[in-house]
Every structure is written in structure tokens, then in C-alpha cells.
Nanobody, 115 residues
Framework: QVQLVESGGGLVQAGGSLRLSCAPS????????MEWYRQAPGKQRVWVAR???????NYADSVKGRFTISKDNANNTLYLQMNSLKPEDTAAYYC?????????WGRGTQITVAS
């Protein structure tokens, strides 16, 4: 089992920045792939970014060049740095982890980008 707790959401003006954090209940070393997803109102949850055990990263085209996923092993935390935010980035953001073939989800944190 892995519990994930997101934080850092809030209201921001378009063009602004936010950094999301995700704290897992287990050592980040024991977790495989970690990802961020988001779900806008009335829409399906979609993948945003991925970081592998080795630190390789991938991004959805919609956020490439604006968002950065990273992990701090010393603080056992996953981050999503979001810059140049747009109103269409408004969504609930979820941290996800894969460990031993099982996927785990956090409860999400809301981001609202005002135009």
C-alpha cells in the first residue's frame, strides 16, 4: 500500500506559477513510476507528466515546456512545477504511483487559473 498526499493547489492568475507537492507514505526509492494526472470539471482524468525510478521524464503535449516534474529523494517528495499557467490548466491534480504492479492515487488538489 502507498498513501499519497498532494498539496500546493490554489487560485492563480493566468501567466502565474504554482508548485504542487506529493508526499508518499513509503520511501520514494521503493516506488516505481510516479505521475501527475488532472481532471477538469465534466471531463475525464488525463495524464500530465511522468518520472521514472531513474529520473527520466515525459510530458503531455499540452504542458510540455511549461510544467516540470521532479522528485526530491532527501525530502521524499514528488513535485510538479507549473509555470505560464493558462485557464485551461484549471483542474483537480492527482498524484499517482505504481508499485509492485498496483497503481495508487492521492485525493487530489484543486488548481484554478483565473483569466
Amino acid at each position: 500500500q502507498v498513501q499519497l498526499v498532494e498539496s500546493g493547489g490554489g487560485l492563480v492568475q493566468a501567466g502565474g506559477s504554482l508548485r504542487l507537492s506529493c508526499a508518499p507514505s513509503r520511501s520514494i526509492f521503493s516506488i516505481g513510476v510516479m505521475e501527475w494526472y488532472r481532471q477538469a470539471p465534466g471531463k475525464q482524468r488525463v495524464w500530465v507528466a511522468r518520472i521514472t525510478t531513474g529520473g527520466s521524464t515525459n510530458y503531455a503535449d499540452s504542458v510540455k515546456g511549461r510544467f516540470t516534474i521532479s522528485k526530491d529523494n532527501a525530502n521524499n517528495t514528488l513535485y510538479l512545477q507549473m509555470n505560464s499557467l493558462k485557464p485551461e490548466d484549471t483542474a483537480a491534480y492527482y498524484c499517482s504511483a505504481i508499485r509492485d504492479g498496483a497503481r495508487y492515487w492521492g485525493r487530489g488538489t484543486q488548481i484554478t487559473v483565473a483569466s
